[in-house]
């Protein structure tokens, strides 16, 4: 590999996009969304002592939403397009290697989705001066939504080298991205509420008076689904990624204050088994024992690391894969395509 060749081919693969007018549409309208979010955000947050710590959160969340919506389309015909076009041959009997292809094509879609990330750099700006934003919670969120501009750029970049159509290869970039949004949801709530268990609910019961008798129990039994049984699955999601990772702000009842930390605490809340419920007006401490969610947090394990490594090693499949296809001399392609 030759990291002038690299360089050359993203910057051709650059020039290719930044001279269409479209393009800097794009660009425009993802403006302007942010801005109508950062708008609507201040104004949602504008009670709270830390407004920031809202917007900032609600913000990059929608910048994470625009990219794993927009990537795909940019990314996921790089190979077969240029194979269609009649280009990809001419550059494969240059010295440039299958390597500096796959890598050139991979760094020019990130770039292209590090461009909205530049766009959306003064919006976040903007929700600093609101307060409450830990620097920390600013430097992981941030490098976790790089993290994510690069997996997706290699799957869509993967796939337009494992799919000889470029329609195709497009929508099969967003199917995947689509598992990973949305299926992971999907798969969380249909198997947690597929696997139920019994628990029991125990209530103090009223005399004919009127007044609670503590000498006596009522029970009721019921199903609950079990959804710390497959909250795993979640750990895939971008969203659940890009919150279980970044610090958690909280106020000072121990409730988070943005969007990261509820997030986190509603998936880190599955992992907990149903347990037996008792309501106890006859208990002095009156709260049954329940905890904040800072406690729940601190008792639960953080999944983002596995999450990520499972995006890993998707992309990097798909990715060597897309390599082994474009190698040449090529021992076997689809029936009608195109070489030059």
């Known amino acids: 590999m030759n990291l002038t060749h690299i360089g050359l081919i993203a910057r051709l693969e650059l020039t290719q996009r930044l001279r269409s007018i479209s393009w800097y549409i794009l660009l425009g309208v993802f403006a302007l969304i942010l801005l109508g979010v950062t708008a609507l955000s201040f104004s949602v947050y504008a009670y709270t002592g830390t407004a920031g710590a809202g917007v900032y959160a609600i913000v990059v969340n929608v910048v994470l939403l625009l990219v794993v919506l927009i990537s795909p389309t940019l990314s996921g015909n790089a190979i077969n ?23 050139g094509k991979l760094v020019a879609a990130v770039a292209t989705g590090g461009l909205f990330l530049v ?51 497009v929508a099969a970039t967003y199917l995947v991205v689509a598992a990973l949004a949305i299926g992971t949801l999907i798969a969380f709530g249909l198997g947690g509420a597929a696997l139920r268990s019994e628990v029991t609910s125990y209530n103090r019961p009223y005399d004919s008076a009127g007044n609670v008798d503590c000498d006596r129990w009522e029970t009721y039994t019921y199903e609950m689904p079990r ?22 702000v909280y106020d000072a009842q121990g409730w988070p204050v943005d969007v990261f930390g509820q997030v986190k605490y509603g998936v880190r809340s599955a992992q907990l088994p149903p347990e037996d419920e008792r309501w106890d007006p006859c208990d002095p401490s009156g709260n049954g024992g329940q905890r904040t969610p800072e406690q729940v947090m601190e008792s639960t394990v953080p999944s983002w690391f596995v999450g990520l490594g499972i995006q890993i090693i998707i992309a990097g499949g798909l990715f060597a894969g897309a390599w082994a296809r474009t190698s040449t001399p090529a021992r076997m392609l689809p029936p009608g395509t195109r070489i030059a």
Not at 135 to 153: D, K, N, Q, R
Request: charged fraction near 10%.
């Open 81 to 103: 397009g240029d194979r269609d076009a009649a280009t990809l041959a001419a550059v494969q009997v240059t010295a440039a290697s299958t390597g500096d292809i796959m890598l």
């Open 119 to 169: 766009v959306a750099v003064p919006f976040l700006g903007i929700s600093l001066l609101g307060g409450g934003v830990h620097p920390a919670t600013l430097a992981v969120s941030l490098l976790v939504l790089a993290a994510e501009i690069i997996i997706v750029a290699a799957i869509g970049v993967g796939l337009s080298g494992l799919i000889a159509r470029p329609l195709f290869s």
């Open 227 to 248: 959804f710390d049984r497959v909250w795993w699955v979640l750990s895939a999601n971008p969203f659940v990624v890009l919150a279980d990772a970044t610090p958690t």
